[in-house]
């Protein structure tokens, strides 16, 4: 696998940041698995970038995209200080920021992050994936096991109770008895639930 200092790249107006190629989780649809690269991006990184470094590409201009998100071929809050760093920087700078995650940060770093997050993103997109432990098991293959699937919820709970905007996402392929049942686990948790379509777009 070639491997690339791809640190930024602009997708739908946005600038996406990636972090790591380091990730929890293994799932069975992940684009890396079969893609080299992402709507023409090489997102797999040759090293991690620093703080400094994708702060360098952001423009000074800082309205010349939508928002910045924290999303490649890894999950980001791998990197939870950089991301805080970078995070905060663009938030003094009225950016808006998004993060895209598995919702495992707070496992990951053996602590709840919601505090750290709050200071570093406005947003927060929770791969939900599945409407049970068992099924997400499958499908995602988490470090974690089963443990994954409540410790997500636990985290996005945390993080819209903190006022950022969080929300849980599914793809459509997961038919509509499952969705049902992940609005009832994106209810209870206090987030909204964005069912999106499956992206096969890459090469
Ligand atoms: S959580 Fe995201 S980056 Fe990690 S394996 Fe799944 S799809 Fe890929």
């Not at 200092?5 to 602009?10: A, N, P, R, V």
């Not at 992402?38 to 995209?65: C, H, M, N, T």
């Amino acid at each position: 696998m070639e491997k690339y200092e791809t640190f930024t790249y602009e997708l739908d107006g946005n600038l996406y940041i990636n972090l790591t190629s380091k990730c929890t989780n293994d799932c069975t649809f992940c684009v890396r698995n079969e893609h080299t690269s992402y709507f023409g991006y090489k997102l797999w990184l040759s090293r991690e970038p620093s703080a400094r470094e994708v702060l360098d590409q952001i423009p000074q201009d800082i309205s010349r995209y939508k928002e910045y998100v924290f999303c490649g071929f890894g999950e980001p809050t791998m990197r939870l200080e950089t991301l805080c760093e970078i995070g905060k920087e663009l938030k003094k700078r009225d950016a808006t920021v998004r993060l895209n995650t598995n919702g495992q940060g707070s496992m990951i770093a053996g602590r709840d992050i919601s505090a750290d997050l709050a200071e570093a993103v406005d947003k927060i997109n929770v791969s939900l994936n599945d409407d049970n432990a068992r099924d997400y098991v499958k499908l995602c293959r988490p470090a974690y096991g089963e443990a994954a699937f409540e410790g997500l919820q636990d985290f996005a709970k945390k993080c819209a109770a903190r006022g950022i905007q969080t929300w849980f996402s599914v793809v459509d392929v997961i038919g509509a008895e499952k969705i049902e049942k992940c609005r009832e686990i994106a209810q209870a948790c206090g987030v909204t639930l964005r069912v999106r379509p499956y992206i096969k777009e890459s090469d």
